[in-house]
C-alpha cells in the first residue's frame, strides 16, 4: 500500500509542480500562467514516456491517461478552490452555524475523495499498458524530476 502512496503521489507531484507557482496568482494572468505549467508538466510527462515507452503506439495511449489525469487534477483544484471561496463567505456571515461549515468540509472531502480515486483508477489504467520495466523507468524518473520541485527541500522518499 504505502509503494501504491508513493506512485500516485510521484505522479500527482509531477503535475502538481504546475499548481505549486501558480497558486498565489488571481486574475488572468495567474490563470494563463497556470495553464502553463500544467502544459510544462504535460510535455515533460510526455518526453519521460517517448525516452520510455519504446512501442509507440502504446506511449501514445499511456500520454493519453496522463492527459486525463491532468485534466482531473485541474478539475480537482478548481472544486477546492470554490470550496475556499464557499469558506471565505460562510466565514462572514457572523450567524453561520457550524453545521453549515461541517457540510462544506464533507463536501470538499467527498470531492478530494472521488477524485483520488479516479487518479488512482487511471494510475493503474496507465500501468497495465506498459511493461515492469517501462513502468520502473518512468517512476523511477518521475521521482527524480517531482524532487527538483519539492518545496523546503525535503526528499519525496522521506515524507511519504
Not at 41 to 61: F, H, N, S, W, Y
Request: positive net charge.
Amino acid at each position: 500500500m504505502k509503494r501504491i502512496q508513493q506512485y500516485v503521489l510521484g505522479l500527482v507531484a509531477v503535475f502538481a509542480l504546475a499548481g505549486c507557482s501558480s497558486h498565489h496568482h488571481h486574475g488572468m494572468v495567474g490563470e494563463e500562467k497556470g495553464d502553463a505549467y500544467w502544459q510544462k508538466g504535460q510535455q515533460d510527462m510526455a518526453l519521460l514516456i517517448d525516452r520510455t515507452v519504446k512501442d509507440q503506439g502504446k506511449a501514445e495511449q499511456v500520454k493519453s491517461v496522463v492527459n486525463d489525469i491532468v485534466a482531473e487534477l485541474k478539475a480537482s483544484r478548481e472544486q477546492a478552490r470554490a470550496g475556499h471561496r464557499r469558506m471565505y463567505e460562510l466565514n462572514a456571515n457572523y450567524a453561520a452555524t457550524p453545521e453549515e461549515f461541517t457540510k462544506i468540509l464533507d463536501e470538499a472531502n467527498n470531492q478530494r475523495m472521488q477524485s483520488a480515486a479516479k487518479i488512482l483508477s487511471l494510475r493503474f489504467k496507465m500501468k497495465d499498458l506498459m511493461t515492469v520495466e517501462e513502468w520502473k523507468a518512468l517512476s523511477d524518473q518521475m521521482l527524480a524530476y517531482s524532487s527538483r520541485y519539492q518545496h523546503g527541500g525535503a526528499s519525496p522518499k522521506g515524507g511519504y
